[in-house]
């Protein structure tokens, strides 16, 4: 087996790359994908591990908990349940006039969320104004020289570094302009950046 290095007995997968993996370490692999956006989709030497390959050897369960995550991490603009004691994924965001509303699918949460503000939908008094905690982080943003991804609209700090910023949702882009990475003539760094992180 390629990650634990003991002889293979019983089942294994092959991947793309001609590796050999034991159920055990396969299952982890992708256990680990869904826990990490970065990690997914599984791989190995920079090769995609197909679904099909993998799905003999996964249970019922794991293949509809890995496909609701592959739904989640194929959504750019996300929408998550507005219940902080739940989070859960409900789809993505809504760019329309009108609105679109996402019930919680869990029996223990219901929430309604406004899928156009992310905020707590209440019937007949719900108008999608960014919330007070929302202000404060965006005007905390505007004031530290935050970006925002434009794939995926999540707030990025540049620390040290050049200007090309590769975020989660894998969309690459400018930090000072937002553009899509080598679309703009924005510098690629600020020497006193580069310089900080060489220190």
């Not at 294994?12 to 790359?17: D, F, G, R, S, Y």
């Not at 603009?77 to 409900?90: D, I, N, Q």
């Not at 894998?170 to 930090?175: D, G, I, L, R």
Request: with cysteine; hydrophobic share 30%; proline share 7%.
């Amino acid at each position: 087996c390629v990650i634990c290095h003991d002889p293979i007995f019983g089942e294994e997968v092959l991947a793309p790359c001609n590796h050999f993996f034991d159920i055990s370490c396969i299952t982890d692999l992708f256990r680990s994908a869904m826990r990490d956006e970065r990690l997914y989709p599984p791989r190995c030497c920079h090769q995609n591990i197909p679904l099909p390959q993998v799905r003999p050897h996964l249970t019922q369960a794991f293949l509809t908990e890995f496909e609701l995550k592959a739904q989640e991490y194929g959504t750019l603009k996300r929408v998550y349940c507005v219940e902080s004691t739940c989070s859960r994924f409900l789809g993505p965001l809504h760019d329309g006039d009108s609105s679109k509303i996402f019930t919680c699918p869990s029996p223990k949460c219901m929430t309604m969320t406004c899928g156009k503000c992310r905020g707590r939908y209440k019937r007949s008094t719900h108008s999608c104004t960014p919330d007070a905690e929302t202000e404060v982080v965006l005007t905390l943003s505007r004031a530290s020289g935050w970006s925002r991804c434009p794939g995926c609209a999540q707030m990025i700090e540049l620390s040290v570094g050049c200007f090309h910023m590769s975020c989660r949702c894998k969309t690459e882009f400018c930090y000072l302009c937002r553009a899509l990475w080598k679309t703009c003539k924005c510098p690629r760094w600020d020497e006193s950046r580069l310089l900080a992180r060489a220190q």
